[in-house]
């Protein structure tokens, strides 16, 4: 049998071609796209890797697939400007070549942001430790807001459910909220309350909605619209500020 030399399994079915880099992307879904689910994200991005060239590495075996590696995926319909994933690469690409490629074959809606040469030890998914998102609330007095997040702070336990795989589930909400607060804003033209909030990444994680929910039975919020949910940040926890880092800044320092 005739193999690929320098593979990671030679003896393996159907060897592949080694990686010889890794790239990190940063990634928007925005607009319409937002509702994009994870799985047809996927899709498209395995068809724009196709499209645009770059040379991806694959797995061996009988059925190999493209060296993809996906993050903390945000939830259907919430827009974000902070999604990451890494590929693997037969050879050497100069990464904004491929960041721009990349954008190109995707739609608009679908934005590559930034690609970098990941460095260092330990993976992407480790250095997700928590989120920021910003919530839009239209048609909301910002004062009763106030008031609902008022409450929610006080609160030790907040305990909402939500539909998971295995069935209903019923979890605290309030322990992975680190910041919560308000402030007005404008939607279009219509005046809306912005809520801005840093949750931390546990399991079973905490999203948006959640949010919602305990602010509704704990502080007794009302929604008459759809809030519109924006992650604006994801990466490493800083536990003296609780601020949000970037996840990408080392191995941009480093290369």
Known sequence: MNTLAGTPNPEA??????IVQKLRIRYAKRGRLRFTSHRDFARAFERAVRRAGVPIAFSSGYSPHPKISYANASPTGAATEAEYLEIGLTR????EAVRADLDASLPPGLDVLETVVAAGQGSLADRLQASEWSIELAGVDVDTVSAAVE???AADVIEVERMMKRGLRTFDVRADVLALDV??????????????VVIRH???????????????SRG????????????????????????VGDPLAFDRDAS
């Not at 919020?221 to 601020?243: I, N, W």
């Open 13 to 18: 079915p159907n060897p592949q071609l080694p």
């Open 92 to 95: 050497e690409c100069d990464p």
């Open 151 to 153: 409450a929610f702070l």
């Open 183 to 196: 402030r007005s804003g404008e939607t279009g033209t219509q005046p809306c309350a912005i809520l801005t």
């Open 202 to 216: 546990e399991t079973p994680s905490v999203r948006p909605d959640d949010v919602l929910a305990g602010l509704r």
């Open 220 to 243: 007794g919020l009302k929604l008459e619209q759809t809030p519109v949910a924006t992650r604006s940040a994801q990466g490493p926890l800083d536990q003296s500020t609780g601020m």
